[in-house]
Nanobody, 126 residues
Framework: QVQLVESGGGSVQAGGSLRLSCAAF???????????MGWFRQAPGKEREGVATIDRDGTTKYADSVKGRFTISQDNAKNTLYLQMNSLKPEDTAMYYC?????????????????WGKGTLVTISS
C-alpha cells in the first residue's frame, strides 16, 4: 500500500506564500506505477475541489481559481510532490489533500484517485 503524507500547511496573511509537500511511502514498485498526482482542497461547508494535477511526464493542470498563483511540481527521485502557493487569498483557506492515481491524469478532476493523504490545513487571514 502507498501512503501519502502532506506537510507545509499553516496560517499566513493574504498575499503571503506557502509550500506544501507530499511524500509517498511504500513499496518502490507500487510508487513507480503512479502516473498522476495532484492536490485537492476542501473548505469548511464546501465540497472537495481539484486544485492541480501533474502527470509522470510533467503535464500539469490547474483550477482556474489558482492559475498564475500556484505551481505544482514533483521530484521523482525523492517521491515527493509540491505545491507552491503564492499571492494567497482568504478563499484559499481549506484542508489540502495530496492524491495519487495509477492512471494518467484525466481532463476532468478525479475524486476517486487510488491513494489519498490525510491533509494539511491552510488558513489565510485577511
Amino acid at each position: 500500500q502507498v501512503q501519502l503524507v502532506e506537510s507545509g500547511g499553516g496560517s499566513v496573511q493574504a498575499g503571503g506564500s506557502l509550500r506544501l509537500s507530499c511524500a509517498a511511502f511504500g513499496p518502490t514498485y507500487k510508487i513507480d506505477w503512479i502516473d498522476c498526482m495532484g492536490w485537492f482542497r476542501q473548505a469548511p461547508g464546501k465540497e472537495r475541489e481539484g486544485v492541480a494535477t501533474i502527470d509522470r511526464d510533467g503535464t500539469t493542470k490547474y483550477a482556474d481559481s489558482v492559475k498564475g498563483r500556484f505551481t505544482i511540481s514533483q521530484d521523482n527521485a525523492k517521491n515527493t510532490l509540491y505545491l507552491q502557493m503564492n499571492s494567497l487569498k482568504p478563499e484559499d483557506t481549506a484542508m489540502y489533500y495530496c492524491a495519487a492515481d495509477l492512471a494518467y491524469c484525466s481532463e476532468l478532476w478525479n475524486y476517486d484517485m487510488d491513494y489519498w493523504g490525510k491533509g494539511t490545513l491552510v488558513t489565510i487571514s485577511s
